[in-house]
């Protein structure tokens, strides 16, 4: 089974050697996960049973730069995560930079 992204009117797949990231909802955090269904249109009344289950995806096209945090570690590669605010949304079609994202942040993994 490929895995779609759940963004509305979102083709993109999860499939081996995409240049898109994929992220699960946050569904320890009640507060972001009600901001995420929102823009994913579904019913907030949902329960956390239901997401888990559906283990929707959103890919990384709809979030911007600023949404990654760059994890620095002592050997490549670099690793992006999505900082614990992110919240997907429509990001411009021309700005697909989602396979090389440029954080200003960065943690260290020794940190």
Known sequence: MVRACKFPNCNN???RYTPCSFHRLPLND???LKLWLAALQIN???SVKQLREADYRVCSE???REDYVQRV???PPKQFFLKP???PRVVKPDRKWASQPEAKDKVSVNA
């Open 13 to 15: 797949k999860m499939k």
């Open 30 to 32: 009640k507060q972001r």
């Open 44 to 46: 907030p009344d949902t």
């Open 62 to 64: 709809h979030f911007e």
């Open 73 to 75: 570690g002592p050997e």
């Open 85 to 87: 605010t992110a919240v």
